[in-house]
Nanobody, 120 residues
Framework: QVQLVESGGGLVQSGGSLRLSCAAS????????MGWYRQAPGKERELVAT???????NYADSVKGRFTISGDNAKNMVYLQMNSLKPEDTAVYYC??????????????WGQGTQVTVSS
């Protein structure tokens, strides 16, 4: 089993910053990619940012220039630095990891989500 635990969400004013963290643990042989997705009320879950084990990143257009994803391969962690937050960034943010387990099966894992609320 693989577990993902997010932290760092909360309430912030428009223009403020938050940093999300996600720790992966369990039967991990290799983490291939990690990322952040978000889901606002009444909307589908959408990609925010991803990072490969090699450090390549990908961002949604809506967060480019404001959010930065980073990872620590040694600690199996991924971070999302969110600056210049806007009310439309309000959502539940989910950590995602594509993991090859110790029994060499690859799966897609999700955290439980952390609420980010940006007030205007």
């Amino acid at each position: 089993q693989v577990q993902l635990v997010e932290s760092g969400g909360g309430l912030v004013q428009s223009g403020g910053s938050l940093r999300l963290s996600c720790a992966a643990s369990g039967s991990i042989f290799r983490i291939n990619d990690m990322g952040w997705y978000r889901q606002a009320p009444g909307k589908e879950r959408e990609l925010v940012a991803t990072i490969t084990s090699g450090g390549s990143t990908n961002y949604a257009d809506s967060v480019k220039g404001r959010f930065t994803i980073s990872g620590d391969n040694a600690k199996n962690m991924v971070y999302l630095q969110m600056n210049s937050l806007k009310p439309e960034d309000t959502a539940v943010y989910y950590c995602n990891a594509k993991v090859t387990t110790t029994w060499h099966m690859t799966g897609n894992y999700w955290g439980q989500g952390t609420q980010v609320t940006v007030s205007s």
